[in-house]
Nanobody
């Protein structure tokens, strides 16, 4: 199995920054695409950013130019640098890891989420 743990959330004023971390662990052979998603109260979960195994990135329009996703492959870690935060970025942020285990099975694993609150 693949375990995922997010960290780095917190309370920040509008215009501030946070860096989220997503660490995958377990009997992992290869980590493929990793995505950051978020869910605000009363809203559906939305995809924020993804990064492929080769480093290609994609972003939701609402965060382009403000958020940066990156990965440290040897550490099985993906980061989400969030700058110029806005109150509408307030949500629980979840990391999704697409990976192949040592048993050659494919996994799509989610973390427990980390709360980001942006005050105006």
């Amino acid at each position: 199995q693949v375990q995922v743990v997010e960290s780095g959330g917190g309370l920040v004023q509008a215009g501030g920054s946070l860096r989220l971390s997503c660490i995958a662990s377990g009997r992992i052979s290869r980590i493929n695409t990793v995505g950051w998603n978020r869910q605000a109260p009363g809203k559906e979960r939305e995809l924020v950013a993804t990064i492929s195994s080769g480093g290609s990135t994609n972003y939701a329009e609402s965060v382009k130019g403000r958020f940066t996703i990156s990965r440290d492959s040897p550490k099985n870690t993906v980061y989400l640098q969030m700058d110029n935060l806005k109150p509408e970025d307030t949500a629980v942020y979840y990391c999704n890891v697409q990976a192949m285990g040592m048993n050659l099975r494919r996994y799509s694993s989610w973390g427990q989420g980390t709360q980001v609150t942006v005050s105006s």
